[in-house]
C-alpha cells in the first residue's frame, strides 16, 4: 500500500482516488472508527476483515481530476474514519491512517475537494465520503415560499420531476441518480412572466414558468440519455450543478461535473448577442 500510495501523490497534491456512499452508511463508520480493512473501486465499498466484515456499500466515483479507478483498479487497505475533514478539523484516528489507508469522511459541512485534500495531507490513500442521513429523505423537488411576511413564510407550492418524486427506483430514473434541484435563478420577462431555471443534477437543466407561484410549470427541458451521448461521454449521464442566466438574453450556462459547461439558447426568447 506504500508503494501505490506514493505513486497516487505524484499526481498531485490531494488528488486521491474519491467515492461517494449513496446510502446512509456513515453511521456504520462513525461507530466503527477503525478495525476494519477492505476495498474500494468505481462502485463499491467491500470490508473484508474488522467489525463490520462482510458489509458491502454501493458507491459511486465523484467526477474531478483525481486519479479513476478504472486508469489504476481497486484500492485496499485499512478503512479509517477520521471525521468531517474540513479546513480546521480535528483528524480523528489520525495515527491509524499516516501510514496510509482509505479514509472514510462524514459529508457535508465544506466542500469535497476540501475533504480529499486534507485526507491526502493525513497520509491517506484513498478517500470515501460516506452520508450519514436516514435512507428516506426529508423531501426533494423544489419549493416555493411566500415571504410577504416574513415572520410567518408560507409554503406557496412544491414542483417534483418524475425521478425527484418518486419513493422508490423506476425504470426510467437512475436507481445511483441525484434527483434533487440543486442551483436556481429567477428572472422576469418582458412580457411579464417570472422564469426560475433550475439545474437538477441527472435530470438536466429545466426552466420553470413561476408566475403562479401556486402553480409552477415546466416548459422546457434539456436532458439527453441516449446511447449516442453516454457514448460520447465516458458512458456517464449528465449531472447538472451549476446554472447562470444572461439577463434579458436566452443564454443560460450550465456547469455539468460529468460532462464540463454547457451553453444553452432558450427557444422564444430573443435573439440574443453572440
Avoid at 474531478?64 to 484516528?93: H, M, T, Y
Wanted: glycine share 12%; proline share 6%; charged share 25%.
Amino acid at each position: 500500500m506504500a508503494e501505490r500510495r506514493r505513486q497516487h501523490r505524484r499526481r498531485g497534491r490531494g488528488r486521491l482516488q474519491r467515492l461517494e456512499q449513496r446510502p446512509a452508511a456513515g453511521d456504520d463508520f462513525e461507530g466503527s472508527q477503525t478495525g476494519n480493512s477492505g476495498t474500494i473501486d468505481a462502485d463499491s465499498v467491500e470490508v473484508t476483515s474488522g467489525p463490520l466484515a462482510g458489509e458491502s456499500y454501493p458507491a459511486v466515483e465523484l467526477a474531478g481530476d483525481q486519479p479513476k479507478f478504472a486508469d489504476i483498479g481497486a484500492v485496499s487497505g485499512d478503512l479509517v474514519w477520521i471525521g468531517r475533514a474540513c479546513d480546521g478539523d480535528e483528524i480523528l484516528n489520525a495515527d491509524a491512517i499516516a501510514d496510509g489507508g482509505i479514509a472514510v469522511v462524514r459529508r457535508g459541512a465544506c466542500a469535497f475537494r476540501d475533504k480529499n485534500f486534507n485526507a491526502a495531507a493525513a497520509g491517506a490513500d484513498a478517500v470515501v465520503i460516506a452520508n450519514n442521513i436516514s435512507e428516506d429523505t426529508p423531501w426533494s423537488g423544489l419549493r416555493i415560499w411566500d415571504y410577504s411576511d416574513p415572520e410567518n413564510p408560507v409554503l406557496a407550492s412544491t414542483f417534483d420531476t418524475v425521478c425527484s418524486a418518486s419513493p422508490e427506483p423506476i425504470p426510467e430514473c437512475d436507481p445511483f441518480g441525484t434527483y434533487s434541484s440543486h442551483n436556481v435563478v429567477v428572472e422576469d420577462t418582458e412580457d411579464g412572466r417570472v422564469k426560475a431555471y433550475v439545474s437538477w443534477y441527472y435530470d438536466g437543466m429545466l426552466v420553470l414558468d413561476v408566475t403562479d407561484p401556486a402553480n409552477p410549470v415546466e416548459v422546457a427541458r434539456f436532458f439527453d440519455n441516449s446511447d449516442e451521448f453516454l457514448a460520447s461521454n465516458g458512458g456517464l449521464p449528465h449531472d447538472f450543478w451549476g446554472v447562470r442566466k444572461a439577463p434579458g438574453e436566452p443564454w443560460i450556462y450550465g456547469s455539468d461535473r460529468n460532462g464540463g459547461l454547457y451553453v444553452f439558447k432558450e427557444k422564444g426568447a430573443g435573439g440574443g448577442n453572440n
